[in-house]
Nanobody, 128 residues
């Protein structure tokens, strides 16, 4: 069964850090580029970051540049999102999704309708 499972969310204070993980099973992860998305209550799901199939290329939304870092370990079938200097506006459910690696992540991340597989999401809450 093809599956993506996110983990690592939680409640943190502004300025703190979290690392999200996206674990894949049932398919070969390095055949896919991975995107991280987030959805806050009452808002549309938006792209946060993406990484190419072998990890050589990444991209970020302007709102997270310099604070978030995406990486992947294909030997562990896992993609990570390191989130530093978190702000209350980062509060959302975070999702990872997979798109065939032929899809470029430059000059911008693939549109969300191109992704084939989605995880169930993990909640991130930033509040004092």
């Amino acid at each position: 069964q093809l599956q993506l499972v996110e983990s690592g969310g939680g409640l943190v204070q502004p300025g703190e850090s979290l690392r999200l993980s996206c674990a894949a099973s049932g398919f070969t992860l390095d055949y896919y580029a991975i995107g991280w998305f987030r959805q806050a209550p009452g808002k549309e799901r938006e792209g946060v970051s993406c990484i190419s199939g072998r990890g050589g290329s990444t991209n970020y939304a302007d709102s997270v540049k310099g604070r978030f870092t995406i990486s992947r370990d294909n030997t562990k079938s896992t993609v990570y999102l390191q989130m530093n200097s978190l702000k209350p506006e980062d509060t959302a459910v975070y999702y990872c999704a997979a798109v065939p690696r032929i899809t470029a992540v430059q000059p911008m991340c693939p549109a969300k309708n191109l992704y084939h597989y989605w995880g169930q999401g993990t909640q991130v809450t930033v509040s004092s």
